[in-house]
């Protein structure tokens, strides 16, 4: 917000949506964190006096969730520190990467990270893809127009020892990677919080980018088998077969991607998430978010 008077111009509308990412990043459940926040933004706005200037809202921010829960008020303090430092040049833009092979629950808790992260850029690796096919003919590179896990019937490239599944992906993966790349970098040097999602990034990508936290999304193998089949229904996507033998063979190729991924996350220390409970999963990574944010301030 602005520190004008009423009356004295046109201010900057307050972004509630904002603060409600923050006080859930401090760890407030979603409908708490909203109220909370319109109580906020009607105190930041109430009377003929000056509009609270961010670092108003700020200490009001903090104020209200101490009388919640003290124990809540340093990861708040560390979000609120954070945003504040981004927006003085003082601290690196988050990108956090969201990993893990087909519906593994990463669009899922995108949703909900987006709107806890406020961020401004997203990368979704299947929109890539989908660019990439425009120009793409499918004669030329027929990997590129299935799913990952059906690539290897067209093409496979890596390692001989790696089962054929996880050399199909990585040959459609090969495909995408510099665009991916060159995406990620550009948001970098604009300084915005961006989150990059999609089954084509891998643990170790982006080892060399400072300002990138990836993220493995993990969920057991019964989780995983029943996520996969249910994606027809609960996506509506029509490439996805209804033949339930052939898609059981597909989650197998799914699976051997995801243990791919998995053995990279080890190798290269990726915080991995395991996904068994939504809520626990999401609460896990909105804490190692607020480790990265206190690490680099």
Not at 9 to 23: A, E, F, M
Not at 85 to 100: C, D, F, K, Q
Not at 157 to 173: D, N, W
Request: glycine share 6%; proline share 5%; hydrophobic share 40%.
């Amino acid at each position: 917000m602005t520190g004008t008077k009423r009356g004295q111009g046109p201010r900057v509308p307050y972004p509630q949506v904002l603060l409600t990412g923050r006080l859930r990043l401090a760890g407030l459940p979603p409908a708490l964190a909203c109220e909370l926040s319109e109580k906020i933004r009607d105190s930041a706005t109430r009377g003929d006096g000056d509009v609270l200037s961010q670092d108003g809202v700020d200490r009001a921010a903090l104020q209200a969730v101490q009388e919640l829960s003290s124990n809540l008020v340093p990861d708040l303090r560390t979000v609120l520190r954070y945003y504040s430092m981004l927006s003085r040049g003082e601290a690196p833009p988050l990108i956090l990467a969201i990993e893990g092979a087909s519906a593994t629950g990463k669009s899922m808790l995108f949703l909900d990270l987006v709107q806890m992260l406020g961020a401004t850029r997203v990368i979704s690796t299947d929109s890539v893809r989908q660019v990439v096919r425009a120009s793409t003919d499918r004669d030329e590179a027929p990997e590129l127009f299935c799913h990952t896990y059906q690539a290897h019937r067209y093409r496979q490239a890596g390692p001989e020892g790696l089962e054929p599944a996880v050399r199909g992906f990585l040959a459609q993966r090969s495909l995408l990677l510099p665009l991916i790349r060159q995406s990620v970098k550009r948001v970098i040097d604009e300084g915005a919080v961006c989150i990059v999602e999609g089954v084509h990034l891998v643990p170790g990508d982006f080892i060399d980018e400072t300002q990138v936290m990836e993220v493995l999304i993990n969920p057991d193998c019964d989780t995983h088998r029943a996520m996969f089949l249910d994606k027809q229904r609960s996506s509506g996507l029509t490439t996805i077969t209804d033949d339930p033998k052939q898609r059981a063979q597909e989650f197998e190729a799914a699976r051997a991607i995801q243990r791919y991924m998995r053995a990279r996350a080890e190798e290269f220390q990726t915080v991995i998430i395991d996904l068994v409970d939504y809520e626990q999963a999401l609460e896990d990574i909105r804490q190692a978010i607020v480790d990265w944010m206190r690490y680099v301030t």
